[in-house]
């Protein structure tokens, strides 16, 4: 099927448009000047007329596609599934079967998302010549990645899956041809395509095709609607389908938290996601806004990460020092989250249904991973696991917990702040410190005018925000802060980022200022090399007095050495480490 039979030839476009002018024109002239024609005359004319108009209405309703309004758009898809819901006769193939985004209904060009929480049909049609076919963006705005056909299409009824690893991640999968064109199987890409032993005098690697191809499925295995399928679907743009996503997003989300064991999601207002407000009246209207999208946020996070389990994944291991080392190859779709130094991951024994946990601790250009493994003492076997992230909630917690104390404690923050945060009028208040006229800083680069001025004005307010692209020189604006905050003698200064990168970033400008940096980081993350790692508190309790830290000194090497420490030792190691970093 070619593309151009999703799109109407542009003179043909032209052409209905030049009737339709030509057709109004003559019923305007009809209406104006018909009037020496008798009563059937006028009645047979005007109906004449009213037909051409509607018959090129309908003809030329798929041409536009771009005046669609997304919001009329998405009003009519809710109303189609309404229609399409309703209980009726028939197989199973027959209820909701019909493509989620334009309705085709036809069995033979439908496949299903097969996600658990999803079960939605979509064609493989596309919007334009452009666009990814319905059921590959759908695929890739939803992160969902295994699909099913049915028994009417060309392959059988099955989940796609890798006929060597049983992975059933649509977007590592591809068939492979044997070289006589009569058979094939389907395989993944990573890691079966590399490390599957085939027979070379029957199948060449070469011929390996991905099932999604110039961002749709491949033809034979679900074939495109033709023009006839065409006129009786209903047309959507790129907006209105990102549109229904949105709304099914949310309304799973609704039901997780209607669902939820978690006390805290059950007492949930269902329609949890409102929009924030410039204004609140208090600490619990603020709490109200923010806490269901927290916990959005927090299901989301979650999902994502575990749908990013791997099956088949071929791990090596080796030995560090005392540590076990997992050493292996994570494929990533361009959809899925980005692993970094720290992340905890655990792999499956399927033999054993033994779980090593571990935390990576460097990552490779081609995206190999090495996991440092806890709780192993000997090398495991190298061969194929199972591996998934283990996701946490912490970072969560501790912003609910934070939102919590912010409304039912005032004091938590300066009065000033706190009704400046709820967006209450406050009399702007300054501060005057002494501070030098020349703000560079030694070690920094040349501050430019804004720069300066920005400066200026987070040292005097107690609540500033600085905006900027990329390249702008923010992390070195707030290093120039920090720095003149510490010569204020104002006390401690926490510098906090959003993520390690940026901390990282900010901690070795500031050192460059010549302050005393010390730089907090999770436990985690103590064994990862950086450029900033000598400015770790682990680190920097190293180049404490030999004599006074002594004992402490030689439990750190034991522990480096062993691994780990009797209890009694662990317990002497916990008081000095914490007696060091104060």
């Avoid at 005007?46 to 030329?60: F, G, T």
């Avoid at 050192?511 to 450029?531: F, P």
Wanted: aromatic share 10%.
């Amino acid at each position: 099927m070619k593309k151009d039979e999703f799109a109407r030839n542009e003179n043909e476009k032209s052409d209905d448009e030049s009737d339709k002018k030509s057709n109004k024109s003559s019923l305007d002239a009809f209406l104006e000047y018909g009037s020496d024609l008798s009563d059937d005359e006028k009645k047979q004319k005007l109906e004449d007329n009213i037909n051409d108009l509607v018959n090129i209405d309908n003809e030329s309703h798929m041409e536009k596609n771009d005046q669609i309004d997304p919001d009329t758009d998405l009003k009519k898809f809710q109303d189609n599934e309404e229609f399409f819901n309703e209980d009726g006769d028939g197989d199973d193939y027959t209820k909701e079967v019909r493509c989620h985004y334009c309705g085709i209904i036809n069995t033979e060009l439908l496949i299903k998302c097969n996600e658990k929480d999803c079960q939605r049909w979509f064609c493989n049609g596309r919007t334009d010549d452009y666009s990814a076919s319905h059921i590959v963006f759908h695929l890739t705005k939803s992160k969902h990645k295994e699909v099913f056909v049915t028994n009417k299409s060309q392959v059988g009824e099955m989940v796609l899956e890798c006929y060597n690893c049983a992975s059933k991640n649509i977007f590592l999968l591809g068939f492979l041809e044997a070289k006589d064109g009569e058979s094939g199987f389907i395989l993944c890409r990573e890691p079966c395509l590399t490390t599957c032993k085939i027979e070379e005098d029957k199948f060449d690697k070469s011929r390996w095709v991905p099932l999604i191809n110039d961002k749709k499925l491949l033809d034979w295995i679900i074939p495109l609607p033709d023009e006839n399928e065409l006129k009786l679907c209903h047309r959507v743009n790129i907006r209105t389908m990102s549109k229904m996503e949105d709304k099914w997003e949310k309304d799973k989300m609704k039901e997780f938290i209607s669902h939820s064991g978690n006390e805290r999601n059950k007492n949930l207002n269902i329609n949890f996601l409102k929009a924030i407000k410039l204004y609140y009246q208090d600490g619990q209207d603020y709490v109200d806004i923010f806490e269901p999208l927290i916990s959005g946020e927090e299901e989301y996070d979650r999902k994502l990460k575990e749908a990013q389990k791997k099956h088949n994944i071929q791990v090596k291991f080796y030995r560090l020092s005392r540590r076990i080392i997992a050493r292996f190859v994570y494929p990533r779709e361009d959809n899925e989250i980005k692993l970094v130094p720290g992340d905890e991951l655990k792999i499956l024994d399927g033999k054993t249904n033994i779980t090593y946990n571990g935390f990576i601790i460097k990552m490779e250009m081609d995206d190999e991973v090495h996991l440092e493994l806890e709780k192993c003492d000997k090398i495991l076997t190298d061969g194929f696991y199972t591996v998934e992230f283990v996701w946490k909630g912490t970072s969560f917690k501790r912003m609910l917990d934070g939102l919590y104390t912010f409304a039912n404690d005032e004091s938590s923050v300066s009065s000033y702040i706190y009704y400046k945060i709820l967006g209450h009028e406050k009399p702007e208040k300054k501060n005057n410190y002494n501070l030098p006229k020349d703000l560079s800083v030694k070690g920094l680069p040349e501050l430019n005018y804004y720069q300066t001025l920005a400066i200026k004005r987070a040292l005097q307010t107690p609540l500033f925000l600085i905006q900027g692209p990329p390249g702008t020189g923010k992390t070195v604006t707030s290093a120039a802060i920090v720095y003149h905050m510490a010569q204020l003698k104002l006390g401690k200064v926490l510098v906090c980022a959003p993520s390690n990168i940026a901390a990282d970033q900010l901690s070795e400008k500031i050192h460059k200022t010549g302050l005393k940096v010390v730089r907090v980081c999770a436990k985690s993350r103590e064994s990862i090399t950086s450029r900033v790692e000598f400015l770790g508190l682990h680190n920097q309790i190293k180049n404490l007095p030999q004599k006074e830290f002594y004992r402490l000194f030689e439990l750190i090497k034991m522990k480096e050495e062993l691994g780990d420490l009797s209890n009694k030792d662990h317990e002497t190691y916990k008081k000095l480490k914490k007696k060091g970093e104060k």
